[in-house]
């Protein structure tokens, strides 16, 4: 694969952890910020509307939610609601975007579009409530329920996500429980110690099954809070003779052509950083036996968060020198790299 420069879409005024894009109403979410230290970053979530003016996707600041004091470190998406991770917390948002009645070929023959519009944009990040940044849509943005959701003497939930029909979300995070979530009342419904250390990474399949993958070199699939196997991802992969390998990410992903299939897809890199690192790995699963169909070396960059298509055809890596790497998810071959980010990419989407 060559290494491309990727053109650059938006750039916020505080770090990006988390993406989540509303492909009904074409918006793009990005949360982050500069934390509670009092450095002067904000901490937000950015509402951006996505656009393909003269063949280039354009990205324009509609509004600007101020979560105060905590910065968003994971999003889930579920329809009009957002699980954002903050801290040791799960907040609830609720946004709702309407077309306002304009001139959309005047608007599409503005000059103020893309990167340049931010400039314009920036002064409406003091603003409250309503803020409409774009002509012709207008969005909303609500606070929720809000509830603790990791209790470890550091509290950092890690990991968010909804099931399948966006009834119940799981969380994860440094003291190594899982719990599940009614939505949108946050009641809790389950809770189980899943791993010896911090949760990295959870994945809720669409028959209820819940993957989790932790800093104690385990993954782990459930039902409810009953282990059904742990994964073994070197019974068909590379043997080695001393490094230490742990599960950075999992996702569930469709079999394109197959309605009913269901591939899992991991990631391993070294528990320890070495001199001369060895590769990082990336393994398919079937979905059903959860036994491995095939592993294949993903280089020699750490990697540091997994994505897969919608249609479950490609998956995103992206890593901790700000690389983004595209693979086939079918036979797990590369097809694209490119640097995106100067330092650790935190998410990605496709």
């Known amino acids: 694969m060559g290494r ?24 793009l979410i990005a949360a982050g910020g500069g934390g509670a230290a009092k450095t002067g ?12 003016i003269n063949g280039r996707l354009s990205a324009s600041l509609v509004h600007s939610h101020d979560t105060e004091t905590r910065a968003t470190m994971n999003l889930a998406l579920a329809g009009d609601i957002l699980a954002a991770g903050q801290d040791a917390h799960c907040q609830l948002l609720h ?68 099931n399948h029909d966006n009834t119940l979300l799981a969380t994860g995070g440094t003291d190594g429980y899982v719990r599940v979530w009614k939505v949108p009342s946050l009641e809790k419904v389950l809770e189980f110690k899943a791993h010896e250390g911090e949760i990295e990474d959870l994945a809720l399949g669409p028959d209820g099954k819940l993957v989790t993958v932790g800093w104690d070199l385990k993954a782990s699939v459930w039902q409810k809070d009953q282990l059904v196997t742990q994964l073994h991802w070197q019974e068909n992969g590379p043997t080695f003779s001393s490094t230490p390998y742990r599960y950075q990410a999992c996702r569930f992903g469709q079999v394109p052509d197959q309605p009913a299939g269901l591939r899992l897809f991991t990631v391993q890199i070294p528990h320890k950083r070495l001199r001369q690192p060895p590769p990082c790995y990336l393994t398919a699963w079937d979905g059903s036996n959860f036994l491995p169909l095939r592993t294949k070396s993903c280089g020699h960059e750490v990697i540091s968060c997994l994505n897969v298509s919608e249609s479950g055809t490609f998956l995103g890596l992206g890593t901790v020198t700000g690389s983004v790497a ?11 790299l490119c640097g995106s980010c100067s330092w650790c990419v935190s998410g990605l989407l496709l």
Do not use: M, W
């Open 95 to 162: 946004f709702q975007a309407h077309q306002q009645k304009g001139n959309k070929a005047e608007k599409a023959g503005s000059k103020e579009q893309g990167p340049r519009q931010r400039k314009g944009a920036a002064p409406a990040e003091k603003k409250c409530g309503v803020e409409t940044q774009q002509e012709g849509l207008e969005l909303r943005v609500e606070n929720l329920q809000v509830v603790q959701t990791d209790f470890s003497p550091d509290p950092l939930q890690k990991v968010v996500c909804f």
């Open 41 to 52: 970053i904000k901490n937000g979530v950015h509402f951006l509307q996505l656009e393909r």
């Open 326 to 336: 595209i693979y086939i998810a079918f036979s797990l071959q590369g097809v694209f």
């Open 4 to 27: 491309r420069r990727a053109p650059e879409l938006y750039r916020a005024p505080f770090p990006l952890y988390a993406l989540q894009v509303d492909p009904s109403a074409g918006l």
